[in-house]
């Protein structure tokens, strides 16, 4: 036993003492030394014991199991071999407890190989997820699930289309049945944490449908964290989400607002926006819910051109297409009406400009046809104070805006508007 040295304050001692330093190197010395012997121990006899000729299944399973017990890192060599070993003894199956003790033993290799993030061993992978597929009725998802997850943490880009089958697959696979739910479940969620850690483009597209599809909501919200993860800008498949005429108005909502949720550029979604607009007025449906999907969608759409600019030029038909199918109602929806003018004064392209200079030579004409009601009056006065706001120096502006104020035809409010817009103008 060392001897204890008793002193007040044994902290002042050791701090930076000699002591206190040759510790810590030796500490350090040991750390290291059990890392080398970690990633330097011979597993030549686990090996030999695995491919041992006359082995059981139950004395591969042991094997392993004592290997996986001595939490060793670096060995996915081992484990590779292992799978190797596995597939090749299925065929020596011959009943539920065989059946039972390899499974076991995928299972572990699976999860080590995991671990491990060991590329070389996706073909094998691969190899066993389809012999545990839950296609199967013998198979209860749970070594598929492992394969699959294992098979995504490779990394191993070769993959990922085989991935969005199984997760395709489970998408269109809706049961009442509990058991053949959970199995699907089992290995959709599998699909979904592989898909995500593969940051493949081609991932997305299921990841979403599994988000907004029949799973129970533990499944759901795992896809939604998923979706930001798997990509910065999903701009070129959610624009052809939103196109797909099979989609209804609610898959293409959620679709859009999941672009708003990426750290795509915004570039990027102001041009899926420019499509969301587009898509908003197509499709029509005697549907209530979906057509409130549809202008839901339409006005975040505007809101974001409002915010994020024009990137694409059909951005104009459809603004002028939601403004003028708003006011030929007997009931305009002014709030869509509005943001429209909001979004082309906020713009200030001559494109935009244009459109506003064109509403009010419009508004205009029924001035003078006495075709005046209050939805006239109060559009006028949006658009007379938007333009204003823009500061433009458009010539076609300041004239129908001179028009306004001097005609007679026009109250002396609706004169005093026009009046202060060209103030802002500068004249």
Known sequence: MPREIPIDNPGLL???????????????????????????????????????????????????????????????????????????KIPDIKNKEDWDANENSARIALQALAAEKYAPAAPEIWALIQYFDIAHEVNDGGAMQDGIIALGNTGDQDYVYHIVLVLDDCNTHQTPDFE??????????????????????????????????????????????????????PGEVITEILR??????????????????????????????????EMGWKNPTSNTALQRDSKLMRLSAIDTIRILGVADDSVYTYLDTSYHNNFATNNPDFDEMFRVVDALSTVKTDAAIGLL?????????????????DKERRTVQYIIRALGATGTSSPEARMILLTIQSSQEYTGAEQAWARDALRQLGN
């Open 357 to 373: 200079v064109k509403y009010l030579n419009e508004l205009n004409e029924r001035r003078r046809s006495n075709i005046w009601s």
């Open 244 to 277: 797909d005429n099979t989609n209804n108005s609610n898959v293409k909502l959620r679709a859009w607002q999941e672009m708003l949720r990426t750290n795509a550029p915004d570039s990027s979604k102001a041009k899926v926006a420019a499509v969301a607009l």
């Open 14 to 88: 050791y701090h930076n003492s000699p002591m206190k330093r040759k510790i810590i190197t030796i500490s350090v010395l040991f750390l290291i030394g059990m890392a080398v012997f970690a990633q330097s121990t011979d597993l030549s006899f686990y090996t030999e014991e695995l491919n041992r000729t006359g082995g059981t299944f139950f004395d591969r399973l042991h094997v392993l199991e004592n290997v996986r017990d001595l939490n060793l890192t670096g060995i996915g060599e081992f484990y590779h071999g292992a799978l190797k070993t596995l597939l090749y």
């Open 180 to 233: 053949s739910r959970r199995r699907i479940q089992r290995a959709a969620s599998a699909c979904i944490i592989s898909l995500e850690a593969m940051h493949a483009i081609d991932g997305y597209r299921p990841v979403f449908f599994a988000y907004i599809g029949w799973y129970d909501p533990s499944i759901r919200n795992m896809a939604h964290e998923a979706l930001p993860n798997i990509v910065d800008d």
